[in-house]
């Protein structure tokens, strides 16, 4: 009797990780542009001034339900020109990552990709948290301005032909 109580119990076991394995082993999502302006934020507050989010040019992963990772570009028209030559985007993390190997911790950051591929990494006074070198894709034939493209464990995050590997923790 016990051993049957026992089987049984296995069983039911396997059963219940077998439906829930998928589930979790699916791993990060990419956000559709449907569903976009229900995660992204419509501005983006920087050293005292607020920018509209360019929606056309955001992205979005869900790591799992209300928790993502989020990158858009803004429009910076208004700030001052040193401004608009360092800060084009910002990333809202509700989970720690790491961003081309430097962590960064739940939070808005803002960010800027120089002509020479490197990735800047702000605070929201305006201090420069990190910067690093992006990798370029040259086979990439109709580049956007900012996507995210799913890459093993985690993502690429793409500024036209330039991307870093952003793991998701």
Same mark, same amino acid.
């Given at each position: 009797?016990?051993?049957?109580?026992?089987?049984?119990?296995?069983?039911?076991?396997?059963?219940?990780?077998?439906?829930?394995?998928? !589930?979790?082993?699916?791993? %990060?999502?990419?956000?559709?542009?449907?569903?976009?302006?229900?995660?992204?934020?419509?501005?983006?507050?920087? $050293?005292?001034?607020?920018? %509209?989010?360019?929606?056309?040019?955001? !992205?979005? /992963?869900?790591?799992?339900? =209300? =928790?993502?990772?989020? !990158?858009?570009?803004?429009?910076?028209?208004?700030?001052?020109? $040193?401004?608009?030559? =360092?800060?084009?985007?910002?990333?809202?993390?509700?989970?720690?990552?790491?961003?081309?190997?430097?962590? +960064? !911790?739940?939070?808005?950051? %803002?960010?800027?990709?120089?002509?020479?591929?490197?990735?800047?990494?702000?605070?929201?006074?305006?201090?420069?948290?990190?910067? /690093? =070198?992006?990798?370029?894709?040259?086979?990439?034939?109709? %580049?956007?301005? +900012?996507?995210?493209?799913?890459?093993?464990?985690?993502?690429?995050?793409?500024?036209?032909?330039?991307? /870093?590997?952003? $793991?998701?923790?």
């Amino acid at each position: 009797m016990h051993r049957h109580r026992l089987r049984f119990a296995l069983w039911t076991l396997l059963f219940f990780a077998w439906h829930l394995v998928p !589930a979790s082993a699916q791993g %990060p999502v990419i956000v559709s542009e449907e569903e976009l302006p229900r995660v992204v934020p419509t501005g983006f507050y920087y $050293e005292g001034q607020v920018a %509209p989010t360019q929606m056309r040019n955001a !992205a979005a /992963v869900r790591i799992r339900e =209300k =928790k993502h990772v989020i !990158a858009a570009l803004v429009d910076n028209s208004g700030y001052a020109t $040193e401004t608009r030559a =360092k800060i084009e985007g910002f990333w809202a993390t509700d989970v720690p990552v790491r961003i081309g190997g430097r962590n +960064l !911790a739940v939070g808005v950051y %803002p960010f800027g990709v120089t002509r020479e591929g490197i990735l800047n990494v702000y605070d929201l006074a305006g201090a420069l948290l990190f910067s /690093v =070198k992006t990798s370029r894709d040259a086979g990439l034939l109709t %580049p956007r301005p +900012l996507a995210m493209v799913k890459a093993g464990d985690g993502v690429r995050l793409y500024r036209g032909r330039n991307y /870093v590997l952003v $793991e998701l923790r």
